[in-house]
């Protein structure tokens, strides 16, 4: 198997690549460690959607009291409202 050159100069400049190089590249899958494939996981599309995806406006206030709980902090939001709308008509407001 020939030595390939290395993919910078000595000061660090990568070089262009060739088809070569590009041949002898692994998947991602076989180079990364599992902790960093895991976090780069991409979900399908949903088969029924549960939610509908919109654009809402809302006071930074909120949405920072939300956000400063975590993560899910949407799916809070949503909670928050089905739970407003037990006890309110939003057409009153």
């Known amino acids: 198997m020939a030595v390939s050159k ?11 690549l060739t088809a ?3 041949k002898r590249f692994k998947p991602a899958k076989h ?4 902790s960093l494939m895991a ?11 549960t939610k ?4 809402i406006r809302l ?4 949405v920072q009291e939300f956000r400063d709980t975590g993560e899910g902090w949407q799916t ?7 739970d407003w709308l037990r006890s309110h ?5």
């Open 31 to 34: 180079a990364l460690p599992g």
């Open 20 to 22: 070569a190089d590009v």
């Open 6 to 16: 290395p993919l910078t100069n000595a000061a660090g400049e990568v070089r262009e």
């Open 76 to 82: 809070r939001v949503d909670s928050a409202l089905k």
């Open 89 to 93: 008509d939003p057409a009153n407001v």
């Open 52 to 55: 509908e995806r919109i654009t």
């Open 59 to 62: 006071s930074p206030e909120v």
């Open 39 to 49: 976090k780069l996981k991409v979900r399908g599309p949903q088969k029924t959607p």
